[in-house]
Structures are given as structure tokens and as C-alpha cells.
């Protein structure tokens, strides 16, 4: 079973900086793509980043220049780095892989930018 458990949100200020980590199991993380996506309610979940099992990447334009998806396959974990943080950017933060053409999320975790 592909578990997902993502870590680090919380409220910061706009221009801060948060780092988001995904730890995954159940799954050969070397060989997994992963992402990030974000949702505000009553709109659809949209990709905030990719990273594939090579490294390649792929971002929003709305989050170019500002964040970063990086992994690490020893610790099976991959990472979002957002920095200079904007109110837009306020969602609950989800990871993602998909394993034999399914979808697995995590639990998400809440990124509010707000002075």
C-alpha cells in the first residue's frame, strides 16, 4: 500500500519562506515520478511541481523562479522549497505519485501567506 505523509506547512508572512517534505512507502521511490499539487476550496486541485524518477522537472508558471521540488531517494522523501511566499499561494498542499495507473495523494497540509 503507497503511503504519503507530507510535513512542514504553517502560516508565514508574505516574502517568507516554507519547506514542504512528502515521505513515501509502499512504493520503489527511485523509480516513482512525484508532485505537488495545491487546492483552495471551491476550486480544483492544480500542479504546483513535478519531479520524475530522473530528476527532470516541471513547474506552474505561477510558481517559477519561486519554488523548488527536489528528492531524495535515501530517505524516500520528496521536498517543495517556496520562497518569496505570496497570499496567493495560501492552500492546502498535496503530494503525489502515481503507481500502475493509479493516483495516490497524500494527506495535504495547510500553507497560509498572511501578515
Known amino acids: 500500500q503507497v503511503q504519503l505523509v507530507e510535513s512542514g506547512g504553517g502560516l508565514v508572512q508574505p516574502g517568507g519562506s516554507l519547506r514542504l517534505s512528502c515521505a513515501a512507502s509502499g512504493t520503489i521511490f527511485r523509480l516513482a515520478n512525484m508532485g505537488w499539487y495545491r487546492q483552495t476550496p471551491g476550486k480544483q486541485r492544480e500542479l504546483v511541481a513535478q519531479?520524475?524518477?530522473?530528476?527532470?522537472?516541471n513547474y506552474a508558471d505561477s510558481v517559477k523562479g519561486r519554488f523548488a521540488i527536489s528528492r531524495d531517494n535515501a530517505k524516500n522523501t520528496v521536498y517543495l522549497q517556496m520562497s518569496s511566499l505570496k497570499p496567493e499561494d495560501t492552500a492546502v498542499y498535496y503530494c503525489n505519485t502515481p503507481v500502475a495507473g493509479k493516483n495516490y495523494w497524500g494527506q495535504g497540509t495547510q500553507v497560509t501567506v498572511s501578515s
Open positions: 519531479i520524475t524518477r530522473v530528476g527532470s522537472t
